[in-house]
């Protein structure tokens, strides 16, 4: 059964740190880009950041550049989401995604077949 | 203010069709980057609706189908059912200069009276 995991959330200050992991089974995980999306309580999908399947295309969103850092182990089938400088405003629930096709060059142009159950981030003092 | 714009909400009665709009701009859906939609039911994670503007995943009723033309997008649903009440989201891609990456919409709520 193809699964995403996620874990490593959970109540931090403002200012400080957070890594999120995401398991992958089921799939040949380095053969597939992965992405980081968001949902505030009772808001949108907001999309965090995505990596190719070789990790030469990396992107992330306005929101988290310079402050959230993207990577994944293929030896492991694990993608990662390093937060530094927290804010109020990254509290959200964190799903892991999986694109649909595998080596796609640019991590983002497809769609995103596979979706963990979220992990949550509550950034308050 | 998401990249992609749809209504906050959209209804109808069992068994009518509803559709749900997803309006872009150049650097994204009318750069001919593909749309994708999702459907959220309460308390879950996002489901792939649409794949590729006008496909179905396997095991998604064919009452529901997309279609795209120039900056826009929509998702069509016919025959609606009690089931289907959700949150609805487009995605695509942008190449803007500030930045590419995903884009979605704001989401829409329907509500099957």
């Known amino acids: 059964e193809v699964q995403l995991v996620e874990s490593g959330g959970g109540l931090v200050q403002p200012g400080r740190s957070l890594r999120l992991s995401c398991a992958a089974s089921?799939?040949?995980?380095?053969?597939?880009?992965m992405h980081w999306v968001r949902q505030a309580p009772g808001k949108g999908l907001e999309w965090v950041s995505g990596?190719?399947?070789?990790?030469?295309?990396?992107g992330y969103a306005d929101s988290v550049k310079g402050r959230f850092t993207i990577s994944r182990d293929n030896a492991k089938n694990s993608l990662y989401l390093q937060m530094n400088s927290l804010r109020a405003e990254d509290t959200a629930l964190y799903y892991c995604?999986?694109?649909?096709?595998?080596?796609?060059?640019?991590?983002?142009?497809?769609?995103?077949?596979?979706w963990g159950q979220g992990t949550m981030v509550t950034v308050s003092s | 203010q998401s990249v992609l714009t749809q209504p906050p909400s959209v209804s109808g009665a069992p068994g009518q069709r509803v559709t749900i709009s997803c309006t872009g701009s150049?650097?994204?859906?009318?750069?001919?980057?593909?749309v994708h939609w999702y459907q959220q039911l309460p308390g879950t994670a996002p489901k792939l609706l649409i794949y590729?503007?006008?496909n179905r995943p396997s095991g998604v009723p064919d009452r529901f189908s997309g279609s795209k033309s120039g900056t826009s997008a929509s998702l069509a649903i016919t025959g609606l059912q009690a089931e289907d009440e959700a949150d609805y989201y487009c995605?695509?891609?942008?190449?803007?200069?500030?930045?590419?990456?995903?884009?979605f919409g704001g989401g829409t709520k329907l509500t099957v009276l």
């Open positions: 995604a999986k694109d649909m096709r595998n080596r796609i060059a640019v991590a983002g142009i497809d769609a995103f077949d596979i």
């Open positions: 089921g799939f040949t995980f380095d053969d597939y880009a």
């Open positions: 995605q695509s891609y942008d190449s803007s200069l500030s930045g590419p990456g995903v884009v």
């Open positions: 590729g503007n006008s």
């Open positions: 150049s650097s994204n859906i009318g750069a001919g980057y593909d």
């Open positions: 990596i190719s399947w070789n990790s030469g295309s990396i």
